[in-house]
């Protein structure tokens, strides 16, 4: 029954719903791998149904709250550190990792401030750098539908709106160098040429 092609969408999203929410739970748990997976599990019907939804669904909106709580702090960046936001480098050429302690700018201790905040307070030109690569790799992707047929196009689709979505709970740095990645796998792949119509 479960594989029928209008159920199996159903079984995933369930299965995904699960995911979340023994996610959510897992984490606060003091035992982590396999041997408290069954745990974790049997941890959503112990806390309620009801209470595990509301809780997803915080997470989920977790990135708004994060970006409309960026908008009332009143500090800014160095230059540096806008500059090495965006490079493709690993930290330890680049040097971001010696800056970053001290450069950056945290909700919370353990609350980072989203990629799309950042680029916000960074200003300048900086919005209309991160938005115009954004744009072109939204358009190189999308270019893979014809280039390459559904199985790429869907795969990098996934990829970079799971990328996307980080962006708004976690640093520009975390995410930047995945979404040039994407743009320059996406660009060679599109330049090889169409696919076959045969």
Known sequence: LIFKRKTLPLFFLFLSALSLAKVMLGRGQSTQGISAISEQFSLVWDVGIFNVFFMSLYNLAEGGLNI????????????????????????????????????????HTYVPMSGISEVYLFGGVYPFVFYFFLYIIFVNVERLRFTKGPGLYVLFSVITLYSVSTLFSYSLRTTWKIMLLILVVSFLLNLTGRKSLK
Do not use: C, M, V, W
């Open 68 to 107: 409309a709580n960026s908008f009332l702090i009143d500090q800014r960046h160095s230059e540096l550190y806008k500059i090495l936001s965006f490079s493709p480098l690993p930290s330890f050429i680049d040097g971001f990792s010696s800056i970053s302690e001290t450069e950056s700018i945290r909700l």
